[in-house]
């Protein structure tokens, strides 16, 4: 698949506009089930995806030829929907701890309405669940785990496709799964 | 909830698939005999495997398509080139007006004068070259900017640019005779294929041996 990856990304830098139809084909689940999952929404998931396509397309230039395709489009996406999500609604500070509170964090003290109540979670599918609390993860959380457990990705993949520290993808990976465990634990 | 923190990072190095044997071994015997840590360990793992579970989505069936439509405008040259990948002598054509295209405009614009070939029995009358009655010329004849007018014969080809060969009938119909081809050369793009026809062999090769020749061709190719 790298082979014939090259030989599209070649034909590609060439000018031949025809041969980028295929490297969207191949990836196209992927990115568009990425976004899915960073911003929980079809709507927006697919136009993000198309603009990570997009994007590619107009740098393709500039992508190294001797690294890995897919980090570097994951990298894109994953890039554009943290830009997406922080624009909408300033999450970045949820996680951050509110002074007298003894690690209480913003996060926790979301006002219940913001919530669905009982008996309409109970409506929802168990898929639908499983998604909100992923979009409830905090955004730095969010992308390692669905990175790691979504796309399955090594650590040193999401590392590259970050541009962060294996160190540091180790301990969001950590407290994502802390955060996970406690909002799934009664599902 | 007394345990030592190890224990929790001893679980996430165990999901990371980075505990060593015998931290491994050392949680184990803990989770065996702490209700906490246990606990603590299955909400992980059920976690894990609750978000693992999500069924996975594909894209929309159109959105190949709407990608490839919402990409920049393919630049021109790329449709020429894949036009001309099907055209090989346009190809050397194009090739060849790219190298020649400079100097033959030069040419075509300076020369307004009559010129003719070299030949003792053409007459010139201000700017007509007659082959007189009777008369026979041998060799081609080329006249430039002027007319031809066969009266006699031509043995050869005679080739008019620029002009036009008179007798009001087409050539071989005409009062006089031509033993070869016989040619008027009026636009600059017939005057372009006239010299490509002595050069297009060198200019295939030239263009088979010369990869950036491709791209300078295709400049020419947008051109036209
Ligand atoms: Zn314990």
Redesign the interface.
Known sequence: MDAIIKKRIKQVL????NA??EI??LY??K???LC??MLGNRHEA?DM??EA??RA??NIASFNIELKFSTWLYRIATNLCIDRIRKKKPDYYLDAEVSGTDGLTMYSQIPSDTRLPEDEVEKME??DI??RE?SNLPEKYRSV?VLK??EELS?NEISEILDMPLGTV?TR??RG??A??H???N? | MKCPEKYIAYMHEYLDEEISKEDALELKAHLSKCGDCHRHFQELEKSLALVKSVAHIAAPGDFTMRVMNALPKEKKKVGVQRWLRHHPILTAASLFMVLMMGSLLSTWNTEKALSVSKQPNLVIDHDTVIVPEGAVVKGDVVVRNGSLRVEGQIDGNATVINGEIVNGEKYMASAGQVTGEVKEINAIFEWIWYHMKNTAKEVVNFFEDNESAEEQSLGVAVFL
């Open positions: 060439k000018g031949d506009q980028y139809a969207v084909e196209k689940d990115v568009y089930q899915y999952r697919e995806a198309q396509f997009i397309y107009v168990l898929q499983i998604q992923i785990i457990y979504i650590l180790k990976i950590h799964r802390e996970l465990r909002q799934l634990r599902v």
